[in-house]
Nanobody, 123 residues
Framework: QVQLVESGGGLVQSGGSLRLSCAAS????????MGWYRQAPGKERELVAT???????TYADSAKGRFTISGDNAMISVYLQMNSLKPEDTAVYYC?????????????????WGQGTQVFVSS
């Protein structure tokens, strides 16, 4: 019902920058929040940053001051600008969207995930 496609991951040296993008499509009526999560090998998935339709953003402590989340006005795409990257930022980064979609019997609210994009930060 909702497809989220991430891009922008890759290999970068410590101190470098990357910009992740996520584009939503599908039977969308409205997206009310989008966010980025990450999962490092052997660890649980954790919040990086979220943004709501009003533009309010929240960040994990590890992301504050280094990462910036932003979205387009239509709340169809979300971006994560990551600066001053550290090896501990290495993880698969997932896009998440809270959305209302067209269900068979009417609008349905749900939480949707992308497939993830790998970020590797070398020391």
């Amino acid at each position: 019902q909702v497809q989220l496609v991430e891009s922008g991951g890759g290999l970068v040296q410590s101190g470098g920058s990357l910009r992740l993008s996520c584009a939503a499509s599908g039977r969308l009526l409205s997206i009310y929040t989008m966010g980025w999560y990450r999962q490092a090998p052997g660890k649980e998935r954790e919040l990086v940053a979220t943004i709501n339709r009003g533009g309010s953003a929240t960040y994990a402590d590890s992301a504050k001051g280094r990462f910036t989340i932003s979205g387009d006005n239509a709340m169809i795409s979300v971006y994560l600008q990551m600066n001053s990257l550290k090896p501990e930022d290495t993880a698969v980064y997932y896009c998440d969207a809270g959305a209302i979609v067209r269900g068979l019997a009417g609008p349905v609210s749900g939480d949707y995930w992308g497939q993830g994009t790998q970020v590797f930060v070398s020391s």
